[in-house]
């Protein structure tokens, strides 16, 4: 197949690109080797193609926020998650508290306040903090169809400086949104964000949202297909941050991105992208990884918007 020397070839077309910096607020993370470059397709009927260091494992972040999500949705229902959580982009960065007037629902699943109040859903209301966790790496590896393990050192050096989680935590539970302890909360959130992945997982993740839930490879229905479109319209609006707008109209695919330098694309019907490069814009996302969606979107006419 003529695909894996494409992607080389996109590889060494960003791999110049040198703007940005690795997240300095996880001390693991600040120390990566920013050399590294890898970039993975999965396709819904399971072809799997990768280059770069498409074996490097990274801690997955908040790619895990749509996987959460939809587990949230699956376990308590559409309306429950609804009425916690908004689905309206925020326009800020990823860290900010954002909670709508009145409600005080946090604006999105995919910024901090969001996801943690989406991780205190999960597994339904009478759940332990350690069944929402097992239930989130299960899921998560039900998508790699490999059983997914932690980042220990990033977990617990997260762990330790995570104050600006607790705050949003306390937030929450002031505002009776969450009602589990928010220290349970953050530290279950903290290691959703700690699974490791490889852009290879990560791509089949992608492709089974892009498959309506069914991994390509295994063929197991892992998440309900309602739950996934709902899980696709927030990675749209929300899934890039505050560059939301931006991403969709230069890329058009449903993503999601992590502080570790991870991004997921997932093309309905199509295929999952994923792609990895530690150094951050100032939105947060991975600067090559942005380049490398681009140009595979413009490339291959990936562009959801794009009328054949
Ligand atoms: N665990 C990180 C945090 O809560 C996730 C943020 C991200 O990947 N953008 O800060």
């Not at 695909?3 to 791999?15: G, H, M, N, S, T």
């Not at 890898?38 to 193609?49: H, I, P, R």
């Amino acid at each position: 197949s003529p695909v894996p020397d494409y992607l080389a070839d996109v590889l060494d077309a960003v791999r110049s690109i040198d703007d940005g910096a690795p997240a300095d607020y996880i001390e693991v993370l600040a120390k990566a080797d920013t050399s590294r470059l890898a970039v993975a397709l999965a396709t819904v009927d399971g072809e799997v193609y990768t280059a770069g260091d498409s074996d490097v494992a990274f801690s997955i972040q908040s790619i895990s926020k749509p996987f959460a999500y939809a587990a949230a949705i699956e376990d308590v229902g559409l309306d429950a998650v609804l009425a916690r959580i908004g689905v309206e982009p925020s326009g800020d960065a990823f860290n900010e508290l954002s909670l709508e007037d009145g409600t005080h629902r946090p604006m999105n699943p995919m910024i901090n306040a969001g996801a943690l109040a989406t991780h205190a859903l999960v597994a339904g209301p009478d759940a332990s903090g350690p069944q929402r966790v097992e239930r989130l790496r299960a899921l998560m590896s039900a998508m790699a169809g490999r059983e997914l393990g932690y980042d220990e050192a990033v977990y617990e050096a997260e762990l330790r400086d995570a104050h600006r989680n607790r705050g949003l935590a306390h937030m929450l539970r002031a505002g009776g949104i969450i009602h589990a302890e928010p220290e349970t909360i953050v530290d279950g959130y903290v290691r959703q964000c700690a699974v490791n992945v490889t852009v290879r997982d990560l791509a089949l993740m992608a492709a089974t949202l892009a498959n309506a839930g069914v991994q390509p490879l295994t063929g197991r229905q892992v998440i309900d297909r309602a739950g996934v479109r709902q899980v696709l319209s927030v990675m749209t609006t929300c899934g890039m941050y505050d560059a939301a707008g931006d991403w969709v109209s230069n890329v058009g695919i449903p993503a999601k991105s992590g502080v570790a330098g991870g991004i997921i694309g997932a093309l309905p019907g199509q295929l999952g992208l994923a792609v990895f490069s530690p150094k951050l814009d100032a939105h947060g996302n991975s600067a090559r990884g942005v380049a490398v969606c681009e140009r595979l979107s413009r490339d291959m006419g990936l562009h959801m918007m794009d009328v054949s």
